[in-house]
């Protein structure tokens, strides 16, 4: 059974960075095509970032992109999204998914697999 551990929320200034992890288990990161969505309070879940499977390709939501990087480190089976310039609109809980494709989609819809979500607040 796959699992999708995520951490690495916490409360953070503006203009700080915070690096979140995703530990995937019961199968090899390789074998996904990952993504981070992230949903605030009253809002639609949002895309933030994704990596094909291969990891030749990422892609990135307007609000992440210039400021958000998503990396791979196959052998801690693990995702990370680096996050800089951190502003309060990216106060949100921010999810990992992982999806059967090698392609990176932008709708939730696609992605079998979450992980339970971790928090980050960012405070002006």
């Known amino acids: 059974q796959v699992q999708l551990v995520e951490s690495g929320g916490g409360l953070v200034q503006v203009g700080a960075s915070l690096r979140l992890s995703c530990v995937v288990s019961?199968?090899?990161?390789?074998?996904?095509?990952m993504g981070w969505f992230r949903q605030a309070p009253g809002k639609e879940r949002e895309f933030v970032a994704g990596l094909t499977r291969g990891a030749a390709s990422t892609h990135y939501g307007r609000s992440a992109k210039g400021r958000f990087t998503i990396s791979r480190d196959n052998d801690k089976n693990t995702v990370y999204l680096q996050m800089d310039s951190l502003s309060s609109e990216d106060t949100a809980v921010y999810y990992c998914a992982a999806a059967d494709t090698e392609w990176i989609f932008t709708d939730a819809e696609n992605y079998a697999y979450w992980g339970q979500g971790t928090q980050v607040t960012v405070s002006s």
């Open positions: 019961g199968q090899t990161v390789t074998s996904y095509g």
